[in-house]
């Protein structure tokens, strides 16, 4: 194994240093990180690892997400060994201590930098929603306008009742759904991948970022979309977050919104928090 960088923020040394303590417990035939990383994927159902993961992972330069420790202590229990194991709970503090930038001050500098680009990559995608929004009313328009030139060969037809459709129709409705789900997908993929990772910090700065920059109706299906993934606690945060930084306005639509989904239990925590 290469030399773990003594540049390396020192909640990466010490979580490198632990698992590279774990590796020669591990069973016969991990041996290798191509084999790690193929056992790995194997069993968690992962097709997204690598031997280069696998390597940053025991060398520091990337902090391993909470699944892999947690199938590498697991793994670990099968082999053959005389060593005592490090509890899990060990593990995982390491982790989350490795994931807590508060005592680097390189650390913070990047993650405001993330945070500013995520924010400019959201507005763009906001407005470009928006103005998608815009494009469709207007080729609605033209539509219902350019339906009305054959009126004249059956003028009876316009003295005739309207017919109620099974779906009522508000004009470009079904568009501002549309794009309220695809904001939704956006920032929910963003958010679970970095929940997943342990990243706490850079998902509760897409959320912050997100709230800043999107509709109430989009944030409401934020929350939908990531209840519907079990990222519950990324859910609580984006409500926490939107009720102490976003005006009464904003907060009263959110809280309508999500009564909308039959949320209600959100809709209270929400309203709840922005009273205190």
Request: aromatic fraction near 4%.
């Amino acid at each position: 194994m290469a030399a773990i960088d003594p540049g390396l923020p020192a909640g990466n040394k010490k979580l490198a240093e632990a698992l590279r303590a774990m590796r020669p417990m591990l069973p016969t035939g991990l041996e290798t990180y191509t084999a790690i990383a193929a056992q790995a994927a194997k069993d968690c159902n992962s097709e997204h690892l690598s031997k280069t993961t696998i390597s940053r992972y025991f060398s520091g330069k990337l902090i391993a997400p909470g699944w892999f420790i947690c199938w590498l202590h697991a793994t670990m229990q099968l082999g053959r060994h005389a060593g005592t194991p490090p509890p899990l709970e060990d593990l995982l503090v390491l982790q989350r201590s490795a994931n807590n930038p508060t005592d680097c001050s390189g650390c913070n500098s990047l993650i405001r930098e993330l945070g500013r680009s995520e924010a400019e990559r959201l507005t763009a995608t906001s407005r470009r929603w928006h103005l998608e929004r815009i494009l469709a009313e207007c080729l609605d328009r033209g539509r219902r306008a350019g339906s009305g030139a054959g009126g004249q060969a059956r003028p009876a037809s316009r003295h005739r009742p309207p017919i109620t459709l099974p779906v009522p129709y508000h004009r470009a409705d079904r568009q501002d759904e549309v794009n309220d789900i695809r904001a939704a997908d956006y920032v929910t993929v963003r958010v679970s991948a970095l929940a997943s990772q342990q990243n706490h910090h850079e998902a509760t700065a897409a959320l912050s970022n997100a709230a800043a920059v999107l509709l109430p109706a989009e944030v409401a299906a934020v929350v939908v979309s990531l209840r519907g993934r079990e990222v519950d606690d990324e859910a609580e945060t984006l409500l926490q977050g939107y009720a102490r930084d976003q005006s009464a306005n904003d907060i009263m639509s959110l809280a309508c919104s999500l009564l909308e989904y039959e949320l209600f239990s959100d809709a209270e925590v929400l309203l709840r928090a922005a009273v205190k």
